[in-house]
């Protein structure tokens, strides 16, 4: 049946017989096989020539392998001290950083401890009436530098705005020193040539005597070390002698002996004597004021006369350093005795008109070593020097 069906499917042929196909040719051509053989030979060869032409290589394949192995060897510890080097460095980098955290944070701390003395000498310098810009307050960044530096990365930012606290503390704190310094300089200054002009020269401190020392040593090439010591110190003496002149202020004689606002009906020198109406010297100046008007002392002394005295009824002496004497006539009542020491103002007896005098007022007189000379010249410089009493 298959035959019968094959027979009947294929084709007929001119014999009668059906006729097979011929099946397709399959695989490389003898000419592609022999290219490509040839090809591979000839990268084969030139490969071995390369391996055995390479310097390293050759130097295996002649027996020099020691020589290539110690090379690389080299290499290999070269690139090893290379990131050493750079490892340190690093490291290095990141000391050198901490170092100056460190650095700046022991700054600040001792930059705080002398900003206290900084401030305490302006509130002294306040106090002794010396009126100079406010020194700014301690902020509370500044106040917790040292604990933020401490949690502080180290990077050159941080550094930077650390440094930069450092410095503006420092400038601050100059800055109110020098204008304390200033003021108190001048203000000395201002008073001492005033009381030179009466003829009284304040003691003022000597402050060259303080200990100070230790051993000699070559200055160093480093930079100065921030210190406001030696500005304090400076402040320091510069308030010393300002308190000292200015307690001359309160010492000296120079004081108006009333209270209250007067005029003056006398001055000091020749004038028309009030009973001969001819001319004579007053050896003092005269304020006219109300019986009973309290008188004061016109500086800091002792009291060495209270009684009677020709021509000045009721007087009331007062012994005051440098040779200088205060008198206050024609009084009505004396409230000190002979040997007290007073103060500059101290109640020490009441207007009169006792002695020689037409009606109630005071005479005061200042003697220098026994001279008199004119008041009116000490109470100009009392009320000169005045604003630095604070009255």
Same mark, same amino acid.
């Given at each position: 049946?298959?035959h019968?069906?094959e027979?009947?499917? #294929?084709?007929?042929?001119?014999?009668?017989?059906?006729?097979r196909?011929?099946?397709?040719? !399959?695989?490389?051509?003898?000419?592609?096989?022999?290219?490509?053989?040839?090809?591979?030979?000839?990268?084969?060869?030139? +490969?071995?020539?390369?391996?055995?032409?390479?310097?390293?290589?050759? %130097?295996?394949?002649?027996?020099?392998?020691?020589?290539?192995?110690?090379?690389?060897?080299? %290499?290999?510890?070269q690139? @090893?001290?290379?990131?050493?080097?750079?490892?340190? @460095?690093?490291?290095?980098?990141?000391? /050198?950083?901490?170092?100056?955290?460190?650095?700046? !944070?022991?700054?600040?701390?001792?930059?705080?401890?002398?900003?206290?003395?900084?401030?305490?000498? *302006?509130?002294? *310098?306040?106090?002794?009436?010396?009126k !100079?810009? /406010?020194?700014?307050?301690? +902020?509370? =960044?500044?106040?917790?530098?040292?604990?933020?530096?401490?949690?502080?990365?180290?990077?050159?930012?941080?550094?930077?705005?650390?440094?930069?606290?450092?410095?503006?503390?420092?400038? =601050?704190?100059?800055?109110?020193?020098?204008?304390?310094?200033?003021?108190?300089?001048?203000? +000395?200054?201002? $008073?001492? =040539?005033?009381?030179?002009?009466?003829?009284?020269?304040?003691?003022?401190?000597?402050?060259?005597?303080d200990?100070?020392?230790?051993?000699?040593?070559?200055?160093?090439?480093?930079? #100065?070390?921030?210190?406001?010591?030696?500005?304090?110190?400076?402040?320091?003496?510069?308030?010393?002698?300002?308190?000292?002149?200015?307690?001359? $202020?309160?010492?000296?004689?120079?004081?108006?002996? $009333?209270?209250?606002?007067?005029?003056?009906?006398?001055?000091?020198?020749?004038?028309?004597?009030?009973?001969? @109406?001819?001319?004579?010297?007053?050896?003092?100046?005269?304020?006219?004021?109300?019986?009973?008007?309290?008188?004061?002392?016109?500086?800091?002394?002792?009291?060495?006369?209270?009684?009677?005295?020709?021509?000045?009824?009721n007087?009331v002496?007062? !012994?005051?350093?440098?040779?200088?004497?205060t @008198?206050?006539?024609?009084?009505?009542?004396?409230?000190?005795?002979?040997?007290q020491?007073?103060?500059?103002?101290?109640?020490?007896?009441?207007?009169?008109?006792?002695?020689?005098?037409?009606?109630?007022?005071?005479?005061?007189?200042v003697?220098?070593?026994?001279?008199?000379?004119?008041?009116?010249?000490?109470?100009?410089?009392?009320?000169?020097?005045?604003?630095?009493?604070?009255?």
């Amino acid at each position: 049946m298959r035959h019968k069906s094959e027979s009947a499917a #294929a084709p007929a042929t001119g014999f009668g017989r059906p006729q097979r196909k011929a099946p397709a040719r !399959t695989g490389i051509s003898p000419k592609l096989f022999y290219g490509l053989f040839a090809t591979l030979l000839a990268s084969n060869a030139l +490969t071995l020539v390369g391996f055995l032409m390479a310097p390293d290589i050759s %130097r295996l394949m002649n027996g020099q392998n020691e020589i290539v192995f110690g090379a690389y060897e080299d %290499r290999i510890a070269q690139l @090893r001290i290379e990131v050493d080097r750079l490892q340190s @460095r690093h490291f290095a980098q990141a000391g /050198d950083i901490n170092l100056q955290l460190q650095e700046l !944070t022991q700054q600040q701390e001792v930059l705080l401890e002398q900003h206290q003395y900084v401030k305490q000498l *302006a509130e002294k *310098a306040a106090e002794l009436g010396i009126k !100079t810009a /406010d020194l700014k307050p301690e +902020t509370e =960044d500044e106040a917790q530098l040292p604990l933020v530096m401490g949690s502080l990365a180290g990077g050159p930012g941080d550094i930077a705005a650390v440094a930069g606290s450092v410095k503006a503390m420092m400038d =601050d704190s100059r800055l109110a020193l020098a204008a304390i310094s200033e003021e108190a300089t001048s203000s +000395t200054d201002e $008073i001492v =040539d005033e009381l030179k002009r009466i003829g009284i020269r304040p003691k003022m401190p000597d402050l060259s005597g303080d200990a100070i020392g230790g051993p000699y040593l070559p200055p160093t090439d480093g930079p #100065a070390t921030e210190s406001l010591v030696d500005d304090a110190n400076a402040v320091y003496e510069a308030l010393s002698r300002f308190k000292a002149a200015k307690g001359a $202020i309160d010492l000296a004689p120079i004081h108006k002996p $009333i209270g209250i606002s007067v005029r003056i009906s006398s001055g000091f020198g020749n004038r028309s004597d009030p009973f001969t @109406r001819g001319r004579a010297f007053h050896a003092g100046i005269d304020f006219p004021a109300p019986t009973g008007t309290t008188v004061l002392s016109a500086g800091y002394g002792k009291v060495t006369f209270v009684g009677q005295k020709s021509g000045y009824g009721n007087l009331v002496e007062v !012994t005051h350093g440098g040779g200088l004497v205060t @008198r206050y006539g024609h009084l009505s009542a004396f409230l000190v005795e002979q040997g007290q020491v007073v103060n500059t103002g101290s109640p020490i007896a009441k207007v009169g008109s006792t002695g020689r005098s037409t009606g109630p007022h005071l005479h005061f007189e200042v003697r220098r070593n026994d001279a008199a000379v004119d008041p009116a010249g000490y109470l100009a410089v009392g009320k000169k020097l005045k604003r630095f009493l604070g009255a």
